[in-house]
């Protein structure tokens, strides 16, 4: 029997908006996490500001809003208070490439035990279309009338670079795919990452452009990091190339919670531990 994680919350996403995929995903990765013995009070959703925020309200889970690109440090402070949860963060790529990159960057290098899951419509959708930090270049909109003078970030290959141990891009149009590697991303131990291509239909949208471009690529050796990066590499956001989806690299490496203890000699792994120990 599917697990129930509807709300009685009414859904005010644009119609034809990519989120609604993302949430229908999201209730269908966790659903098979909890029937696979995951318990539903240890599952934790962190949001910033953004369009994408509002799926918290979508799903019946804990969760947790945060300021405008803060959810992920509010994220680490459960994990570290909790390592049994399982924490993820929905995110825009303006909440987390524009306001909250450095504390993204943090939780990559430390490799913390998160999954961040980048709704990624490459615009400032809730505020009616400036430019963030993974627009295309020369885009026309509220804050960039002439166009954008920035050439864009590519997510994943500022992840993988700074320590990302689980990195992966999905469509939100390909709703199977995108379950399968939320599942993934979730079940791994360590920061996970997963870039979601997600149109906006009110300022920018590219389901045309993905349509006709998005392929799916197939199982490979996932521990090759350059050639990850030359996968990751292969669409830049500006050249008429095809845009590969699935999952690029994975490494196991020991947790920031693992090498906190570690540090501490083992007596000191959680927060509730830092405010009893004597140091």
């Not at 994943?156 to 700074?162: A, K, Q």
């Not at 845009?243 to 920031?256: C, N, V």
């Amino acid at each position: 029997m599917a697990i129930n994680l509807n709300t009685t919350a009414k859904n005010t996403w644009c119609p034809g908006c990519g989120n609604f995929t993302i949430l229908e995903a999201l209730k269908r990765a966790l659903g098979n996490l909890i029937e696979k013995g995951t318990r539903r009070e240890d599952i934790v959703i962190f949001v910033g500001i953004g369009c994408h925020a509002k799926i918290v309200d979508f799903v019946g889970v804990n969760t947790f809003y945060g300021l405008h690109g803060r959810a992920v440090p509010a994220a680490i402070g459960a994990k570290l208070a909790n390592p049994n949860l399982k924490v993820i963060i929905c995110a825009g790529d303006g909440d987390s490439f524009d306001e909250g990159i450095a504390h993204l960057i943090y939780a990559a290098k430390r490799n913390v035990d998160i999954t961040v899951l980048l709704h990624d419509n490459r615009v400032f959708a809730l505020t009616t279309g400036q430019f963030t930090a993974t627009t295309p270049k020369d885009f026309k909109g509220k804050s960039s009338p002439c166009g954008s003078p920035e050439n864009p970030f590519n997510p994943m290959e500022v992840m993988i670079n700074t320590g990302a141990t689980f990195v992966a891009r999905g469509y939100c149009a390909k709703l199977d795919h995108l379950t399968d590697l939320m599942v993934k991303a979730i079940q791994h131990k360590g920061f996970s990452f997963v870039e979601i291509l997600q149109p906006c239909i009110a300022w920018l949208n590219t389901f045309p452009f993905y349509n006709e471009r998005v392929y799916e690529i197939p199982a490979a050796d996932l521990t090759d990091k350059e050639k990850a990066l030359t996968k990751i590499k292969e669409w830049d956001y500006i050249k008429d190339a095809k845009i590969s989806i699935g999952q690029f690299y994975q490494k196991d490496s020991p947790t920031f919670e693992e090498e906190n203890a570690r540090a501490c000699d083992g007596e000191i792994e959680t927060i509730a531990d830092i405010l009893e120990a004597k140091v």
